[in-house]
């Protein structure tokens, strides 16, 4: 008798598809979605873009590597890489903005690290660097991924000599 309940509930309709009982039926959950950004948020973001824009252009020259993103938050922060062409000395100008500090590392070839900038976001920080020929990275690194967002960003801006 259990034998047959069972069976009943694999029933299959001729030789295509199989058919969907109760027995087969799988209960559909929405996928999981990231928290958005409120509109306070996202006002605070757009000030705090601009007011970074403005002390990264400091950095005079053209860029060799130039890149932003939010400071706090899920899904924290950025990673970018760029190639160096030409040996030399080029000036890693950093920022932050809505946060009272950050930290930025600088990489070159091997991922070696070359340079990692404790930020006070009251102001800029900007360091002379030699980088060999190869690829540079950046990358925020933030204490707290998964803290909530405020709208604070950081970015940097490497630029030649």
């Not at 006002?43 to 252009?57: D, H, I």
């Not at 030399?88 to 340079?115: D, F, H, K, W």
């Not at 990692?116 to 009251?122: A, R, T």
Request: hydrophobic share 35%.
């Amino acid at each position: 008798m259990l034998l047959s309940g069972g069976l009943a509930a694999c029933a299959y309709e001729g030789a295509g598809d199989p058919a969907r009982t109760a027995g087969t039926e799988q209960i559909s959950r929405p996928a999981p979605s990231a928290p958005t950004k409120g509109p306070e948020i996202l006002g605070a973001e757009t000030r705090n873009y601009a007011e970074l824009q403005k002390r990264l252009a400091t950095a005079r020259g053209p860029a060799l590597l130039d890149d932003s993103g939010p400071a706090d938050g899920p899904g924290v922060g950025f990673s970018k890489t760029g190639k160096v062409t030409t040996a030399g000395r080029y000036t890693v100008t950093a920022a932050c903005v809505g946060i009272p500090n950050a930290q930025m590392v600088i990489s070159g070839p091997a991922s070696e690290q070359l340079l990692s900038l404790d930020l006070d976001c009251s102001g800029v920080s900007s360091k002379v660097v030699e980088l060999q020929e190869g690829y540079v990275g950046a990358a925020l690194m933030r204490h707290d991924p998964n803290g909530p967002w405020t709208g604070a960003v950081a970015g940097v801006r490497i630029t030649a000599e």
